[in-house]
């Protein structure tokens, strides 16, 4: 186990930084009066998912593989810490709608039923916490492991 010491690292810095962003999108209304925002909003996660990606595997790289890393390696590296992510996503999906944004839930099941977006079914089964722990977890493997490719080629040590 010791072999994904840096990986099991950068999966739980992972972890907070997901929930700072959540703290970051109710303290700025997304949440509330500019929750029909929020989706847009959302999709910026990517940038830090990046970024903290890339420094995983720069560390990975640096410290496990002595700068000497090849783009499967970095790979397997990057697949490694989203399926650690998803391993996490019920707690975390759990602290964000107990905890940071309790009311999360109802306020878009009301959005989406006013809106004629969906009806009060379909909304009532798209919102809520199972749906969202299933949505984080095939979520957070895709997106990581698409990110996790490119960073793993942008990493890579190039041979001559």
Partial sequence: ????????KW????????????????????????LKWQMVFSLLIIFPTFIVYFLALWDKKR???Q???NWKQGFISSIVISFMVAIFSPITQFITHEFITPLYFEKMISLSVE???MTLEQAQNYFNLTA?????????????????????YLIRTKTV
Avoid: C, P
Avoid at 1 to 8: A, L, R
Avoid at 14 to 28: G, N, V
Avoid at 139 to 151: F, Q
């Fill in 11 to 34: 999966a739980i810095i992972s972890i907070i930084i997901f929930l700072a962003w959540m703290t970051l999108e109710k303290q700025l209304g997304f949440h509330d009066e500019k």
């Fill in 63 to 65: 410290n496990y593989y």
């Fill in 115 to 117: 809106s004629k977006r």
């Fill in 132 to 152: 969202y722990i299933w949505q984080s977890i095939s979520g957070g493997i895709s997106m990581g492991v698409v990110i996790g490719a490119i960073v793993a």
């Fill in 1 to 8: 186990m010791k072999k994904f010491t840096i990986e099991f």
């Fill in 67 to 69: 700068n000497n890393m």
